[in-house]
């Protein structure tokens, strides 16, 4: 008989199990557990095997399992790739979906920091969001070897149902064209609220996306909206950017990637960003003339804290909302950096109030001292205002002390 594997073990192996199905055609179900939390766990992760199995219609096999210290969703998991690599395409067996992950999300919220966790790790999943991200992004695409692309489908739903992670917006970064397209039918069911959509090039690739989610959606009967994030990461995207950020009304920002760009264009990509400016701009620009959120790229040495400070100072400053993180680390120096200054706060305040006192008063015009204050204007001082008193910078009631 042939064996079937899936996912990881050895000495240095943690939050993981490794699982062998061997299909018979007779005998019942042989299961083999070799764990280090046998003694406690071990009776359950016994039963959780027979479960599923029985789920997926599985009468006859072998089952060994090395666990090193994996939780359900992950043991879930690996016996449901296991099997899938044996040819067979049985019923799923979906974990309990947890209160906490049933939470939603609104089309303009904060989208400071977006944390990548590759999609094959669950070890990265399980604390990930005790470190505050505005977003968490399990990732099928780059960070997932093509050899394990069916695994991580299966960990990333599984976690989607099981992971408790602390309001941080649920995001999924498919892979390109049709093997992305499945992706959506593994992950849509189980409340995403945004996807990010790879090296896009023209605004077809969104709107694709976007048909399959309304039918997935549809499917099941889930009346809920799905966000979109494309990533530009060519000359070419760059150049359709403005398409691109308009081709759905359920795209919520535009983010770039300058790994792939830089490449693109024929150089190296640098920490002063020359090469790269053209794009960034283009990007801000072409999302605040959609109406959504320009979101910055990566910063990738993540031993350079002051490196990543400046970077996200320069983005601040070209328009940008957000900006990606690899690493947990990062995630503090970033809000930190696109907090409102001082100076900033206290200009958003004083026309705030303007606006307000000129609405009250039922005028068309609002001005401060001798300037005239345009709707621009306004809904950026809103903005500012907005993220002080979410972060804590200032009272709700700051307009009694203003």
Known sequence: ?????????????????????????????????????DKLYGES???????????????????????????????????ETAVRRSGLNPPPYLPEMKEYSRYGTTPDRF???????????PKFFINAGLHSPDGLILDLEDSVAHSEKDAARAIVRNALRQVNFYGAE????????????????????????????PKVESP???????????????????????????IIESALGGIKAYEIATASQNIVSLALGLEDYTADIGTQRTLEGKESFWLRSVIVNAARAAGIQPIDTVFSDVSDMEGL???????????FDGKGCIHPRQI?????????????????????????????????VVSLGSKMID???????????TMAETLGIIKPDWREEV
């Open 45 to 79: 992760i016994r039963a959780l095997v027979t479960d599923a199995l029985a789920v997926m219609k599985i009468e006859h096999a072998n089952i060994e399992i090395e666990d090193a210290g994996a939780l359900p969703f992950v043991i879930a998991a690996r016996i």
């Open 332 to 364: 503090k120096v970033v809000h930190e950096a696109f907090a409102p200054a001082a100076k900033e706060i206290d200009k958003a305040q004083k026309i705030v109030t303007a606006f307000e006192k000129a609405e009250a008063q039922g005028l068309g």
């Open 309 to 319: 400070k400046e970077s996200v100072y320069e983005a601040k400053g070209l328009g």
């Open 111 to 121: 989208r400071r920091s977006r944390l990548y966790l590759p999609g094959n790790e």
């Open 1 to 37: 008989m042939t064996t079937y594997t899936a996912g990881r073990r050895g000495d240095r192996v943690r939050s993981e199990c490794f699982v062998s199905y061997e299909p018979k055609d007779s005998g019942g179900l042989t299961i083999a557990l070799k764990s280090r939390v």
């Open 204 to 230: 077809d690739q969104v709107i694709a996306v976007d048909k399959k989610i309304q039918v997935i959606l549809k499917e099941h009967n889930i009346d809920q909206t799905v966000y979109l994030m494309p």
């Open 170 to 197: 649920r995001m999924v970064r498919i892979n390109q064209g049709e093997r992305g397209l499945e992706d959506l039918e593994w992950i849509i069911p189980h409340n995403v609220h945004v996807v990010l959509i």
């Open 375 to 385: 709707p621009p204007v306004v809904k950026r001082a809103m903005k500012t205002v």
